[in-house]
């Protein structure tokens, strides 16, 4: 089952230097069209380790919880019958990514409460990206940025939580199993691959959606006519 990495939706705000973080809505709509062509329909993470549940689905995520998500994600995700998850930053709800501005990149807002409660209104989940958005692998905090943006989540918009993802894609083995402590099901990497049925659940690999959804979903397409 892949599962596909997302960051900002749109056209890339002034100053904007990673072009990692940014899909076009066109480019969006197109990816999520060649999801289907290739007989891809939508999933969620807790689909992964069942392959009884899995079938031909993709999973469809977005780190930071970026406003602008909301304002292009919406209409493309339910033309295409695609949900997806928002990992969100717990402690910046509201706020900008300030953790990209620190290394020179432009500035984004993020969603607000009521954003949040609109995405999830229209059948999306939500889970959790920590407090701040620290390198986990160098934040002596590490344990409180797990569990308590979980809670903090649960707390204010009444849905469990149960899947999480690396800030900038750092994790090791006492980040991982802290992870799982704090009862998670599972948790999202950046490494390049695709999810299989046992898997090990706390170390997912994502296809960027830079790296192409649709030449993803092409060699998925051939590959399930065999």
């Not at 928002?86 to 953790?99: S, T």
């Not at 990149?105 to 889970?127: C, F, K, S």
């Not at 149960?162 to 994790?171: A, I, Q």
């Not at 490494?191 to 998925?220: D, H, I, W, Y």
Request: glycine share 10%; net charge neutral; with cysteine.
């Amino acid at each position: 089952m892949p599962v596909f990495c997302y960051h900002s939706l749109g056209p890339a705000v002034s100053g904007a230097r990673d072009p990692f973080l940014w899909v076009g809505v066109v480019e969006f709509e197109r990816q999520l069209a060649s999801l289907r062509v290739a007989g891809l329909e939508s999933g969620t993470l807790a689909d992964v380790p069942n392959p009884a549940n899995a079938g031909r689905k993709a999973v469809i995520t977005f780190d930071d919880g970026c406003r602008n998500v909301i304002e292009h994600g919406l209409e493309p995700l339910s033309q295409h019958g695609f949900m997806a998850i928002q990992f969100l930053v717990a402690g910046m709800i509201g706020g900008k990514n300030d953790w990209d501005v620190r290394k020179g990149d432009a500035p984004v807002p993020l969603m607000n409460h009521d954003e949040v409660r609109t995405w999830l209104a229209a059948g999306h989940q939500i889970g959790s990206h920590t407090l701040t958005h620290p390198v986990l692998t160098k934040c002596a905090e590490a344990r409180e940025e797990i569990f308590s943006s979980k809670k903090k989540l649960e707390d204010e918009f009444g849905v469990e939580v149960r899947h999480f993802c690396y800030p900038h894609g750092k994790w090791d083995e006492r980040v991982r199993d802290l992870v799982s402590e704090a009862g998670y099901a599972s948790a999202c990497t950046v490494a390049p691959g695709v999810a299989k049925a046992g898997e090990k659940m706390f170390t997912l690999p994502r296809f960027l959606a830079c790296s192409g959804p649709r030449l993803v979903a092409k060699a998925l397409h051939r590959l399930f006519r065999r």
